[in-house]
T-cell receptor
Framework: GNSVTQMEGPVTLSEEAFLTINCTYT??????LFWYVQYPGEGLQLLLK???ADDKGSNKGFEATYRKETTSFHLEKGSVQVSDSAVYFC????????????WGAGTKLIIKP | GAVVSQHPSWVICKSGTSVKIECRSL??????MFWYRQFPKQSLMLMAT?????????EQGVEKDKFLINHASLTLSTLTVTSAHPEDSSFYIC??????????????FGPGTRLLVL
């Protein structure tokens, strides 16, 4: 079946550090891939997405590239800020799962000033 | 942007009582609403999908008599946990979509409701 695996948190970094949160997936066919972010006390928000292999999603300085050969969609940011502290969820949506979102467990990111 | 609210944000109840959680789309009409459950350090688990005016579609393993979902209007869906027990304690999240659940529809998420059953 379809599944998403992301690195376990919390991830703690200093401000201006480089961020990578790993996400790998298992799916049949060609899923769409997403990163969602949940800031404290708020609902999940779509951060970025990619719908086909080699696509790069980007938003707010974050990037992720859809790598079909490694079945990965790692989230990166060159210089994190305290305001990036949140929980990040990787997810996929595939036609054979009735287009439901399949979620990773979430990675808590803590940025220290 | 599209905003979805949930009420209450947290609730504590005694075992055997029923708890109702509301999910509202504040600035758009939600044709489809989704209810998720999240256990600590685990993925969101889809419980059910509901379209306005029709019965909810429950995922395998989710008891529909235990988790009653009512999507009575285009801006409101409710989840009622009936005869709650400690194992129902969890974080419940709703999301809403302006269209029918499908390939291109974006889901907008509520902030979640934490339920603790004593």
């Amino acid at each position: 079946g379809n599944s998403v695996t992301q690195m376990e948190g919390p991830v703690t970094l200093s401000e201006e550090a480089f961020l990578t949160i790993n996400c790998t997936y298992t799916a049949t066919g060609y899923p769409s891939l997403f990163w969602y972010v949940q800031y404290p006390g708020e609902g999940l928000q779509l951060l970025l997405k990619a719908t086909k292999a080699d696509d790069k999603g980007s938003n707010k300085g974050f990037e992720a590239t859809y790598r079909k050969e490694t079945t990965s969609f790692h989230l990166e940011k060159g210089s994190v800020q305290v305001s990036d502290s949140a929980v990040y969820f990787c997810a996929l949506r595939a036609g054979d799962s009735n287009y439901q979102l399949i979620w990773g467990a979430g990675t808590k990111l803590i940025i220290k000033p | 942007g599209a905003v979805v609210s949930q009420h209450p944000s947290w609730v504590i109840c005694k075992s055997g009582t029923s708890v109702k959680i509301e999910c509202r789309s504040l600035d758009f009409q939600a044709t489809t609403m989704f209810w998720y459950r999240q256990f600590p350090k685990q993925s969101l688990m889809l419980m059910a999908t509901s379209n306005e005016g029709s019965k909810a579609t429950y995922e395998q393993g989710v008891e529909k008599d235990k988790f009653l979902i009512n999507h009575a209007s285009l801006t409101l869906s409710t989840l009622t946990v009936t005869s709650a027990h400690p194992e129902d304690s969890s974080f419940y999240i709703c999301s809403a979509s302006p269209g029918l659940a499908g390939v291109g529809e974006t889901q907008y998420f509520g902030p979640g409701t934490r339920l603790l059953v004593l």
